[in-house]
């Protein structure tokens, strides 16, 4: 968010005062900056279990029945997740033989953002997939 804020900051005071001349990469920069939190941003969604899912039907209250549901959600998000990283490399590749209008730089920078957070995604919710499963086992282990 910091990063974020400077070159924000830059545009609104140059655009309001004559202090500094008017940078137009500030904007560009913001933009590159503000796709990565993003992408950062569900990565870490998706670690934390914090990702938003539509519930359809009510929360299960039976074990086996709480990690179908849940189970299903997450082999969804491994799904998308290897989508993304799958074609997201053909868009980062496209990507990199693009530069930016204004700072001329490679717009790899932001496009390689799509694979590293699909891998992440399914990475990320087959490990906690693995952990629902693993709950499940010990409850059904202690209720014997």
Known sequence: MAALAVPVAMQVVSRYTPIIPT????????????????????????????????????????????????????????????????YGIEYAEFGSKQRSVMMRANKLITHISVPIAGAAWALFAAYRLFEQVSVYRQRKGAAQ
């Open 23 to 86: 940078y137009l990469w500030t904007e560009e920069l913001s933009t590159f900056i503000f796709i990565w939190m993003v992408m950062i941003g569900s990565m870490v969604a998706v670690w934390d279990g914090t990702h938003f899912d539509v519930r359809v039907l009510p929360d299960a209250t039976r074990p086996l029945a709480r990690l179908l549901q849940n189970g299903f959600v997450l082999i969804l998000i491994m799904g998308f997740g290897l989508i993304f990283a799958w």
